[in-house]
């Protein structure tokens, strides 16, 4: 079996994505208003709990059923913000649109808690039997070539974090771009959309092309450009910065890529 | 609202947001995009090596397993390597899962690019004689449809292949040839797809039953509907093992040479090279069997569809600014 240990310190990881996430929801009410970022950090804190539950019984929360409702309904969300970047900016963003690698990761979890097939040992509801002294392994899935896609294609999302995270100016079109709204950066703007479809042919609106003009008479605006920034940038930057959600994805895309396939 | 953000704010101060921002991205050229495939195959290995079968004494017996056949002097170290993975099989599999899964950081981490490469060479060719037993050559099991030459040495190879220097980038008709050169990168590819072939040809995989055995053999413990399909390509191939093997080798060779082709046919051999990959990887490997469980790599197809693209020629190359890229890895094409 899979040492529970193993499950344990990814449980522990999966917890702590969730309280980052948590606090960047917060954050982003206390010092930037609505960041236009939020349901991204919902679905982080989301994942993050459930997927604790999966690793470790002692961190289930809540039936099966009412897991499947939330990333069904995740699912359909992101699905919906995919298809409108589709419509502004094509079929591209099905490759690198910014919510892409969210509505795979929401699908993902969909899949994994309505294809489980508990343990016949299993006691109580649903997932609780999967972790503990057991482990995850006892379970298995339905329907496992779905697991070996999504978990490739969970790995391609990671390295491509990994890469635009390192890469020159690590603003990766739309798919990357967004979280750097949360502002960590002196000097960064948000803008509209509407902005960017002006981009000529060829650039696309991939990226931002016009700062707003300021709603409060000139004064440098926070991410959702209803508060002026404050002294407290510089941990708004910490915990608000694009690093911090990408790596929020990528600790959540192994550990998801891990679950799959130690279950097929 | 929709937003996006401007990196620059200074610069959209001034008027020019439109072209800072454009400026900021480029996207991964076609090696880096190599690159990140490997990276993203290497991460696929390393989460496979943490399922529950590598955890358990069956893995080192498993291991113990690939020393049949092979001369005393490469087996004895197999049987020993075997022998204290079976006895520590907990803390030498969670080594062996994490390293693999930090190979594969490490390529997609730009800084970590040539040290991650480096180790992955060193890590494959270790694999390649303690965990496949030099993928068979040395003995009469090996096939290009189980494995031959064995799928980790061909993480090797497009380790050296995708090695982030562009040397040969002015020049180089395909990726694979732009950091050693299309004379290197030609024979490289020449050996390889060449001992196919002829593993192809050997006399226990044209004896009649030969392929129709070694791919229903793969039906075991899949789905439903990939045993169904490995057993009516099995039943295909009965008794058809030494026509089956010529015509195979036939398109290994031809694959073998292509390189060496003008574009147009150098072309089509490379998509030929897929199609035989993708053939074998599916109908011969099961998808390396990794929806049976207890899989430790996706097997050589997908790794030989991989190598196949960086194969891939190009109409004309022009070098390109590298002042930008930390690990030279720019190197756009017209």
Known sequence: MTPSWILDILAGLMLLVAAISAGRLVAARAWA????EADIDVAHLLMGIAMAGMLVAGLTTLPNGVWDAIFAVLTAWFGWRVYRESRREGVRVLADGHRMPHLVHSAAMLYMFAALNAPAASSGGGMSGMGGGSGMAMSTLSVPVVAFIFALWLSVYVVLDLDCLSGPGHTRGSYFAAPALAGATAGTRSVSLAAASAAPAGTSAR?????????????????GGDRPASASRPARGLLLSPQVAAGCRIAMGVTMAFMLIIMI | MSDIAVADGEAARRGNARTAAVDSWRPPDAKRVLQLSLAAIWLLDGVLQYQSFMFTKGFGQMLAGTASGNPGVVASPITWDANLVEHHAVLLNTIFATIQLLLALGIAWRPTLRIALAASVAWALGVWWFGEGLGEVLNSAASPVNGAPGAVIIYALLAVLLWPSDRHAATAPFA?????GAPVARALWLVLWGSLAYFALM????APQALHDMIAGMASGEPGWLAALENHAASLVANQGLAASVVLAVALVVIAVGVYLPRPAARATVVLAIVVAAVIWVFGEAFGAILAGGATDPNSGLLLILLAAAYWPVRTVVTAPAATQPVGTEGARA
């Open chain 2, 203 to 206: 006399p226990d995989n044209r």
């Open chain 2, 176 to 180: 694979a040839a732009r950091a050693v």
């Open chain 1, 33 to 36: 208003g609505p960041a236009g």
């Open chain 1, 207 to 223: 990226v931002a092309v016009a700062p707003e003009q300021p709603a409060n008479g000139g004064t440098p605006m926070s991410a």
